[in-house]
């Protein structure tokens, strides 16, 4: 799925910065709690934020991604942890500076042929083919 661009990326140069304008918008909306919590320490493959929604308390993980090709690459140890823990709830939210636009998917979608978000076999989504 394709995000409504509400909170002007383009000025971010990398995935750090994107995954935090990301979250300091999603803090100012005030429907969730998200906390930073992939480090050195953590499994390999682990996303990078948690998030609550407040209303519910269901929480989920964040894996973000940035690119300026419209190709987004994934280490070897994410499409491994994603399949080890496939009931995770563990959204990916992507921007492709290319086209300025926000993605946002479920790790299901990567192993799915159908998917626009298919990965292929250099563990690369081409997020320009999904637009």
Do not use: W
């Amino acid at each position: 799925m394709i995000l409504k661009n509400e909170g002007n990326y383009s000025k971010c140069k990398s995935e750090q910065e994107f995954k935090m304008k990301f979250l300091k918008n999603a803090k100012n909306k005030q429907d969730f709690y998200c906390f930073c919590i992939e480090t050195e320490e953590t499994v390999k493959g682990f996303p990078d934020v948690l998030c609550v929604e407040k209303n519910t308390d269901k929480a989920s993980f964040e894996e973000f991604k940035y690119t300026k090709t419209g190709k987004i690459k994934f280490q070897p140890t994410q499409p491994s942890f994603y399949k080890r823990y496939s009931t995770l709830p563990i959204c990916i939210i992507a921007y492709n500076a290319k086209s300025d636009k926000v993605h946002c998917f479920m790790t299901h979608e990567l192993f799915n042929k159908e998917s626009p978000y298919y990965m292929n076999e250099k563990s690369e989504v081409d997020l320009c083919k999904a637009e």
